[in-house]
């Protein structure tokens, strides 16, 4: 039972472009959103974070954005840079028992072309 | 650097051993998390650990076990190992006990059961 779905494996995006990656989830639950970058060879790294109360997040280049009735999020990258290229994993936080559980989609893969 | 730290980097092992990945959390930081990313999977939570004592549990096997130390560090025993626990293993901090807290992870210990 995948609850946090990302469908595309992999995505293609020329320097300077915008990027989105797309994030769909199942469990109306969920009441915490957040994106963590991982580079090969080393863990995650937390990017941004949006709450369920809220439809828009926005740090410098990134933006995360939240259609809670499509049970959908995006993350936007603009320009896009060549340190961009990663792996980008969608990650939701619902309460369970008394205590918050992250749930992990399967990641993208970015690469940014020159 | 996250300043998480986890040993060993690698662990090459056969089945039906048992194993323990060791890891060390940022200074300050009360919650330790464990994951385990097996191959093209996202990251499924295992256990979270705050300050001592255990927080939050996940899909841990019943084979799995883990402890949170007075020092704070963590370890993640694995027994009766199975090819099919071949994964890296990420460990994470975080300063809250959230796990919607930013967290910090270290750059994962590769298991490899023959």
């Known amino acids: 039972d995948q609850q946090v779905k990302q469908n595309s494996p992999s995505l293609s995006v020329q320097e300077g472009r915008i990027s989105i990656l797309n994030c769909d989830y199942t469990n109306s639950m969920f009441d915490y959103f957040l994106w963590y970058k991982k580079y090969p060879a080393e863990g995650p790294t937390f990017l941004i974070s949006?709450?369920?109360?809220?439809d828009k997040n926005e740090d410098g280049r990134f933006t995360v954005f939240l259609n809670k009735s499509a049970k959908h999020l995006s993350l936007h990258i603009v320009p896009s840079q060549p340190g961009d290229s990663a792996v980008y994993f969608c990650?939701?936080?619902?309460?369970?028992?008394?205590?918050?559980?992250?749930?992990f989609g399967q990641g993208t893969r970015l690469t940014i072309n020159p | 650097d996250s300043g998480v730290t986890q040993t060993p980097k690698h662990l090459i092992t056969a089945t039906g051993q048992r194993v323990t990945l060791r890891c060390s959390p940022r200074?300050?930081?009360?919650?330790v998390y464990w994951y385990q990313q097996s191959l093209d999977q996202g990251l499924q939570f295992l256990i979270q650990y705050y300050n001592g004592e255990e927080r939050a549990k996940g899909n841990i096997l019943e084979r799995f076990s883990a402890q949170q130390f007075p020092d704070l560090h963590s370890e993640l025993n694995l027994s009766s190992l199975e090819l099919g626990d071949s994964a890296l293993y990420f460990c994470a901090s975080s300063t809250g006990g959230n796990s919607y807290n930013e967290q910090f992870f270290g750059p994962g210990t590769r298991l490899t059961v023959l």
């Open positions: 200074s300050g930081d009360l919650s």
């Open positions: 990650a939701a936080s619902a309460p369970v028992q008394g205590a918050q559980k992250l749930v």
């Open positions: 949006i709450s369920s109360i809220k």
